[in-house]
């Protein structure tokens, strides 16, 4: 989010924290602002109007009660939490302080996914009868601190990712899942937590979504959606197998761990920027298919693919000139023109609640009910 929110000009960096210091003398080296030694600080500092929670997803929905505490209002990072009492816990808070919660940035926020979602809301291809969605990543083998690897603390793809692709399926489909039915994988004994789903959702509307996750790829889908990454960027080939050949040189979890910390912002082998890359194009989450009664609905890094009854066309949506532009409209519209979010905690909520029916379902080999499942722009 860093060049987001570097680069918007509706934002403005006042201060940071991080308990790692090459972090926070990196950030003061970019922006030339002070950061202070606590989360409580920050929220306590005088100009901060809101908060931006980057932190593990154990600590989100603290990191929000000082935040609330305080009247700041909050751009929490997904997976919202890791239970649904904190979930609840946090839109409580945030209704008592009068904050604005928006959770995010999840890739349903994506221009190509909301121009998907205003083209089924207006009707001219008939109802959304089928969804299929997947990706195929090396999420797994990216260096991890244990946590990350126990899904009792949050670990695996059923927290980080499912989270993105929950969204989106979510979205398209009226938001209002009844049932799922799915299965998990943890095929890997040293990295022994879920690294891959697929799972059958049935919606109240009597549509039904398929979607699969692998975080084992050696296969990687962004080969099927015309070799650009999640982050809109071309990818090159000659980084196939990157992220394990990088772990293979690392022998024990301190030294994944070390070389994690290593890779993060301002730390030894940090080679990011804070400037948006030139040449970006919409960002995404895998191959998608909606299903419509006239049309065939593909998102994809260009626009949105339309098949329909009597043409194949791709709408093309320009990239803006800031990445995850989308991001900050929605939270800058809550916060300075009190609009509602469509990615509010009630929202979250339902997403982390299919996340964990996802685990529950594979767990116990039975169709579950999600809980607290609502439909887009539900009132919070
Ligand atoms: N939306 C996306 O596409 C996306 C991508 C990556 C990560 N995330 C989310 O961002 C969050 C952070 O993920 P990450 O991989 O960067 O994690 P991380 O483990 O690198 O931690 C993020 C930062 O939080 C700091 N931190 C740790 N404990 C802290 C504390 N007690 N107080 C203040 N800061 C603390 C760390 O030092 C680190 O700089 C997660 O919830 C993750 O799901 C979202």
């Not at 982050?231 to 040189?249: E, T, W």
């Not at 301190?254 to 910390?261: C, F, G, H, T």
């Not at 299903?291 to 890094?301: G, K």
Request: with cysteine.
């Amino acid at each position: 989010m860093l060049p987001t929110l570097a680069n918007d000009p509706r934002i403005e960096l006042v201060s940071a924290t991080d308990p790692q210091a090459p972090a926070c003398a990196q950030f003061e080296r970019d922006f030339g602002v002070s950061c202070v030694e606590s989360v409580q600080a920050l929220c306590a500092h005088p100009d901060v109007q809101a908060v931006y929670i980057a932190t593990p997803h154990a600590l989100h929905a603290s990191h929000l009660d000082m935040a609330a505490a305080h009247g700041k209002h909050v751009m929490v990072e997904k997976p919202m939490a890791l239970s649904l009492q904190d979930c609840t816990r946090m839109i409580e808070a945030a209704k008592r302080a009068g904050i604005v919660l928006m959770v995010g940035h999840s890739h349903s926020f994506n221009a190509p996914i909301a121009r998907a979602h205003q083209r089924i809301q207006s009707g001219e291809f008939g109802a959304v009868r089928m969804i299929q969605a997947l990706n195929y990543t090396d999420f797994l083998y990216r260096p991890r601190r244990p946590e990350e690897l126990d899904t009792a603390q949050g670990g695996g793809v059923l927290f980080s990712q499912a989270a993105h692709q929950l969204d989106i399926v979510r979205l398209l489909g009226g938001g209002l899942v009844t049932q799922v039915m799915a299965h998990t994988g943890a095929w890997d004994p040293e990295r022994p937590t879920e690294g891959a789903y697929s799972a059958l959702l049935s919606f109240a509307s009597g549509a039904f979504a398929s979607v699969s996750y692998s975080g084992y790829g050696h296969f990687d889908s962004d080969q099927w959606m015309g070799n650009i990454g999640e982050l809109g960027q071309v990818k090159n080939p000659n980084d196939h197998g990157a992220a394990r050949r990088r772990l293979s040189q690392t022998h024990n979890a301190e030294q994944e761990a070390a070389l994690k910390a290593a890779r993060n912002y301002g730390a030894a082998q940090w080679s990011g920027s804070t400037a948006t890359p030139a040449g970006l194009l919409h960002q995404h989450f895998g191959p998608l298919v909606v299903s419509c009664d006239r049309a065939d609905l593909r998102p994809t890094p260009h626009g949105l693919w339309v098949d329909g009854d009597g043409q194949s066309a791709l709408e093309p949506i320009a990239p803006t000139a800031v990445a995850r532009q989308e991001v900050i409209d929605e939270f800058y519209n809550a916060v300075i023109h009190r609009q509602p979010v469509l990615h509010s905690g009630v929202w979250a909520r339902a997403t982390t609640a299919l996340s964990l029916a996802i685990l529950k379902s594979a767990q116990s080999g039975q169709p579950v009910v999600p809980e607290f499942q609502v439909a887009p722009n539900a009132s919070v």
